[in-house]
């Protein structure tokens, strides 16, 4: 642990005495009987917005998902790699969660590279670009026309990024499925970084 960030093992020293010894018990419960958590957060990324200092739940309670811009890509079973898909498929069929929250967020660096795609050094490199093309369909339903500022097209496109992630949600046929049944229901959520 000699390059070890001190920051996160005075953090982790800070858990242990406070946190941890205050919910020894829940911890232990939660080792040997599994999780079971009602929710599934799909979350960006981005290091201001996490989901269980936001909605206030303790471990257990939420099962979270974070990737750049909060984005679900649509249903597609093939050779690739699919982390969101597969952490999707395990949160419905193994943990059978009641509730997918997509949970989009104020200035969004994710969203920013999708509305400037030639600004580095988001918009650059070897799995941003292709990752932010899930929304090309989505920033093609508003071009700038001028009628809106910088902000209000970004703070546009982060909401209307989240609604076009639960459209992509329905494209699996097992969340179809049970939403069709009132046995999941998706939700969206956007949160301002500055006002809470």
Known sequence: MHNFPTSLLSGYANFMQN????????????????????????GCCDSRAAPETIFD???GELFVLRNVANLVPKFEPDSGQHGTSAAIEFAVQGLKVKN????????????????????????????????????????????DDGQMSEAERQTTLERISVRNSIQNLRTFP???????????????????????
């Open 19 to 42: 946190s941890y010894a205050e919910q020894a018990t829940r911890y232990e419960n939660l080792a040997d009987e599994g999780q079971t958590p009602e929710t599934m957060i799909i």
């Open 174 to 196: 097992y969340i179809s499925a049970l939403e069709k049944e009132a046995e999941i229901r998706l939700h969206g959520a956007w949160f301002d970084i500055k006002s809470g």
């Open 100 to 143: 997918i929250v997509v949970m989009g967020h104020g200035r969004c660096g994710g969203i920013n590279a999708a509305l400037n795609p030639i600004n580095p050094p988001l918009a650059q490199g070897d799995f941003i670009g292709k990752w932010m093309s899930l929304l090309d369909p989505v920033t093609k339903q508003f071009p």
């Open 57 to 59: 739940c303790g471990p």
